[in-house]
């Protein structure tokens, strides 16, 4: 049998023949040695001998796996379905079926499927710690003071949280805690962000999150260290990272997790127009039920009266159907009273925070001045060390440049 030239010269060949001529061909092939091949994993399956078959497969291609029990006993991870990775091995025939595959000798997750598996295992410590306990989480207060956020100074993150903010309650104040929200700096200034909103406890809430992304992108939102800040938090904390379909570790330990960050603006502060006219409705419901206890009570009182004919118990009834009607217009009036209060403490709680807003600052002629990079900037030694920065004003910002100092 010679397969130097075209086989069908040569006389007629056995299958195995074939088979076993192929597979010599692609075991002495230097090109199919030795390889990596990276790809999606389907069909995974470990059989009762250790063996694991499974398939690689891209968008053009699919290639038949084999990891042998030696090997697949050595693995660090346990490989999935949908799970992409580098496998090292050599390209073989199995003469029975007649199909080529790789013998797969070591798997490694590659990229995303490395950052997927990190993301996993962080999940189910903090999970076995209880730090995703249900029910744990702390109230968001009905009328914070203020709203603090952690975020990036330059991203839409900020301005949807404070357009929201500002729609549904005028007038209430948003804290910015400037930092990265990606690469190797984030968790870090994300970490001090949080821990400083709580020191100066000018807010009642904080928001911590970005816009969405990849798993890579909001990563910085899977650190450990900041996780266990969030949960530890003195203040109930909002995570909204990425969209609806996006979830990092931070979402787990949060009091809450909104889908987006607007959303997350809308958990942190109510409706201003709601609360009024709840109050309202309120008020409405305790007149209505004091009025009516009132007449019931006036109604017992006229049965009895009627039950009873001595003069003196008649005049004793009217007495009292004095002070009755005496303590009705009281009530009546102290519920009233109360309903006006509450209302005008309400319009004081706002007028406050409208004094309190910079723009309100802004308007009156004063200027914030900030570094090239967003943020704020306290004193003139802070301005000269910059050399340059940006000025808000009312209608604006502009950019400036140091020349001189007194």
């Known amino acids: 049998m010679n397969f130097s030239g075209t086989p069908g010269r040569t ?60 090997s697949f006993r050595k693995m660090t991870f346990r490989p999935s379905d949908g799970m992409k990775v580098i496998a090292f091995g050599n390209i073989g025939v199995y003469e029975r079926d007649g199909v080529y595959q790789l013998y797969v000798e070591s798997m490694q997750p590659d990229g995303v499927g490395a950052l997927y598996e990190k993301f996993e295992k962080l999940k189910q410590k903090l999970y076995a710690e209880g730090l995703f306990k249900e029910g744990r989480g702390r109230a968001v207060p009905l009328l914070p003071r203020a709203v603090a956020v952690v975020t990036s100074p330059s991203g839409a993150v900020i301005r949807d949280i404070e357009n929201v903010v500002s729609r549904r309650f005028p007038g209430m104040p948003v804290i910015l805690y400037p930092a990265a929200v990606q690469g190797s700096d984030a968790p870090g200034e994300l970490l001090r962000g949080l821990l400083r909103a709580q020191e100066e406890n000018k807010a009642d809430v904080i928001i911590i999150g970005r816009g969405g992304g990849s798993i890579e992108d909001l990563w910085a939102f899977n650190d450990e260290a900041l996780a266990r800040a969030v949960f530890a938090s003195t203040l109930p904390v909002i995570s909204a990272v990425g969209h609806e379909t996006d979830f990092t570790i931070c979402d787990y330990v949060a009091d809450l997790r909104a889908p987006t960050p607007s959303a997350a603006a809308e958990l942190a502060v109510p409706e201003l127009a709601a609360l009024e006219y709840e109050l309202s409705d309120t008020a409405e419901e305790l007149i209505s039920a004091a009025e009516t206890f009132i007449k019931f009570k006036r109604h017992e009182l006229d049965r009895m009266a009627a039950a009873l004919s001595a003069k003196s118990l008649s005049q004793s009834l009217d007495a009292r159907r004095q002070l009755l009607d005496r303590h009705a217009k009281l009530l009546v009036n102290l519920a009233r009273s109360r309903t006006d209060i509450e209302l005008l403490k309400l319009s004081k709680a706002q007028r406050e925070m409208n004094a309190l807003s910079y723009e309100n600052v802004l308007e009156r002629g004063f200027a914030v001045v900030k570094n090239e990079h967003g943020a704020i900037l306290k004193s003139a030694a802070e301005l000269r060390a910059a050399g340059r920065g940006r000025i808000m004003m009312a209608d604006g910002e502009t950019e400036v440049d140091v020349r001189g100092s007194e």
């Open 11 to 70: 006389g007629t060949l056995k299958v195995s023949e074939v088979n076993n001529y192929i597979k010599s061909v692609l075991q002495y092939d230097p090109n199919l040695s030795g390889i990596r091949v990276t790809g999606e994993i389907s069909n995974f399956k470990v059989y009762s001998s250790g063996h694991a078959y499974f398939s690689l497969k891209d968008t053009g291609g699919v290639l038949k796996c084999v990891m042998f029990s030696g």
